[in-house]
């Protein structure tokens, strides 16, 4: 297994109005924050905030190209970007326990945070399709390039973790400041990986590192 610290390349917030980030998606341009009761759309070049939608957001967030999901409790609900509107609901894998949330391969991936794993799921109906293990605490989810990452945040301690999704050994492993939380994790597809920041209300940005072990 590959061990680095993380290389954090910008810090984006406090932001207006959120005392968290419980969650962060991208949506090809800008950044979505999950606050608790408002959904965030954040420039990435200035770092303010452009436009907030009042929707619960107690957990993960993830983009499938048109649509968003967001945790709310124990339901994670589809929501028109646009208008902000509740499109549809399909309970959570985790039972209100869930973490973090993604989009790949037609499916949403969703950390269930003390139960140590990812499960993916079906969309549209909910249905558990895989469970991934892991031995940590899972506080966000994420894929890029076919790599699967996770985020960590146990014992004051954070880390993100590259896992085989095949088995879920962990192949490779960026250790965050001490102190300092993850809770949300995403990629913009290229170099960097978005980190929620939990109370600090603060997003990071991380050097994704390329050609890491197979």
């Known amino acids: 297994m590959k061990r680095s610290i993380a290389e954090i390349i910008r810090e984006y917030g406090p932001f207006p109005g959120a005392a968290r980030v419980n969650g962060v998606t991208h949506d090809g341009r800008h950044l979505w924050i999950a606050t608790g009761q408002t959904l965030q759309s954040v420039d990435l070049e200035t770092g303010t905030v452009l436009r907030s939608l009042e929707i619960a957001s107690h957990a993960g967030t993830a983009f499938d190209g048109k649509y968003l999901y967001q945790i709310a409790e124990d339901r994670i609900q589809r929501i028109d970007p646009e208008s902000g509107r509740v499109l549809a609901s399909i309970p959570a894998p985790g039972g209100g326990g869930d973490s973090g949330l993604a989009w790949a391969e037609g499916s949403l991936w969703v950390g269930h945070h003390r139960g140590r794993r990812i499960h993916q799921i079906d969309p549209d109906t909910g249905a558990v399709l895989r469970v991934i293990e892991s031995n940590r605490f899972v506080t966000g989810v ?73």
């Open 142 to 214: 994420t894929w890029v390039d076919g790599e699967l990452w996770h985020g960590t945040w146990e014992d004051e301690q954070s880390e993100l973790r590259r896992l085989d999704p095949q088995t879920g050994e962990v192949l490779e492993t960026l250790e965050m400041p001490r102190g300092t939380s993850v809770s949300g994790l995403e990629s913009d597809g290229a170099e960097r990986l978005f980190c929620g920041g939990g109370t600090s209300g603060k997003v990071r940005a991380v050097r994704r590192p390329r050609g890491g072990s197979p």
